[in-house]
């Protein structure tokens, strides 16, 4: 099985922010929009081209998504997101740790 990309996994990520912006309470919407605005601003500062951008990438989704779960986890109707999200943060940690092993030197 491939490996997904960077660019993938953080697609599968706004696209579950879409679903909550769609179908969530006005505190959920209001809480995924601004993960939107500030999920979109991280693509533009961070090149997926080198190591460092792609770990800080990496880093901000899993935190944006950790705060978009703690937002609708408690309420319906959009509980079955935090599956989704979680789902998502699982594959950008493990990404993450491979995205690190690289910055370290091989004899390091």
């Known amino acids: 099985?491939?490996?997904?990309?960077i660019l993938d996994?953080?697609?599968?990520?706004?696209l579950e922010v879409n679903r909550i912006?769609?179908?969530g309470t006005p505190a959920q919407r209001k809480a995924a929009k601004q993960t939107l605005r500030d999920?979109?601003?991280m693509m533009l500062a961070h090149t997926l081209e080198d190591v460092q951008g792609r770990t800080a990438l990496l880093t901000g989704l899993i935190t944006e998504l950790t705060e978009v779960i703690e937002s609708v986890k408690t309420r319906p109707p959009y509980l079955?997101?935090?599956a989704g999200l979680t789902?998502?943060?699982n594959g950008a940690r493990t990404r993450l740790a491979k995205e690190k092993e690289n910055l370290l030197p091989?004899?390091?």
């Open 1 to 5: 099985m491939a490996e997904k990309s």
């Open 9 to 14: 996994i953080y697609n599968e990520g706004v």
């Open 21 to 23: 912006i769609g179908e």
């Open 39 to 41: 999920l979109t601003a």
């Open 80 to 82: 079955d997101a935090v």
């Open 87 to 89: 789902k998502v943060i």
């Open 106 to 108: 091989a004899n390091g």
